[in-house]
């Protein structure tokens, strides 16, 4: 019978405490650096936040602030989710180089890629929000808005639903890492994810009929690349389960 020394077991969960708060105390430096240095551009930024919208408003249309100190808190608001949204890639590391250690080499060779890849659709799913679903979603409420009534939409309100798009449409773009996360539980495999393609098909247009904006454009724009991304899942997943089939065999 092996007996655990408790002290060796203490020291070890004082050590990862430690190096958790460090971790945290870098992730959250960072992220306070790029806060502070977005602040005096937080107008401008804001500016080109509201260009999608802007573009579409009839000639003379503005945004407009509501409450009283919207137009300081509004700004500000938007320069911290740029900080998290471009510090990603540091929180990420910073999360990684405390997990990493505890993986073994195999583990490792599979997150680095899922992690990477899952930053990357995230950032291609807010990017194909903002510059392709957005105008067009603006566009068509633009030419809905009934005669005599002025399209003017208060910042905050602004705000809030862009990020709830940018949101969905990073998370949607996840699929294809979900789908090989599954396949590398065991749960499901390809030629289960092939088979269920038409199942899969008429969720991705329920779900984005639910997500998006209640107009057409907006829903073909999520569905159609959302279901491409499923076809691209399946081909990871095949790839994945044939490298560890071959790495049994070994």
Request: contains cysteine.
């Amino acid at each position: 019978m092996t007996v655990v020394d408790p002290d060796s077991v203490d020291g070890t969960l004082i050590g990862h405490l430690i190096e958790l708060r460090a971790r945290l105390i870098r992730g959250v430096a960072g992220l306070l650096v790029v806060f502070l240095g977005l602040l005096p551009f937080a107008n401008k930024v804001y500016g080109w936040f509201a260009q999608p919208l802007l573009d579409k408003l009839p000639k003379g249309g503005q945004l407009i602030a509501v409450e009283v100190a919207s137009p300081f808190f509004t700004p500000l608001k938007l320069a911290f989710f740029v900080a998290i949204f471009a510090t990603m890639p540091w929180l990420l590391y910073q999360a990684w180089a405390f997990v990493a250690p505890g993986l073994y080499r195999r583990e490792k060779r599979l997150a680095l890629p899922l992690l990477a890849s899952a930053l990357v659709l995230f950032y291609s799913g807010c990017a194909f929000a903002f510059f392709v679903v957005l105008p067009s979603v603006f566009g068509f409420l633009a030419k809905v808005t009934p005669d005599g009534v002025a399209m003017m939409t208060d910042i905050n309100a602004y705000l809030d639903f862009v990020l709830v798009i940018f949101l969905a449409f990073g998370i949607s773009f996840e699929l294809p890492v979900a789908l090989v996360i599954l396949v590398m539980l065991g749960w499901v495999t390809p030629k289960q994810l092939s088979e269920w393609r038409g199942y899969a098909i008429v969720g991705i247009f329920i779900v984005a009929a639910v997500i998006t904006p209640p107009d057409v454009i907006s829903q073909l724009l999520l569905a159609i690349p959302m279901c491409l991304l499923y076809e691209a899942g399946i081909i990871a997943a095949k790839l994945v389960a044939r490298g560890r089939e071959a790495s049994h065999e070994q």
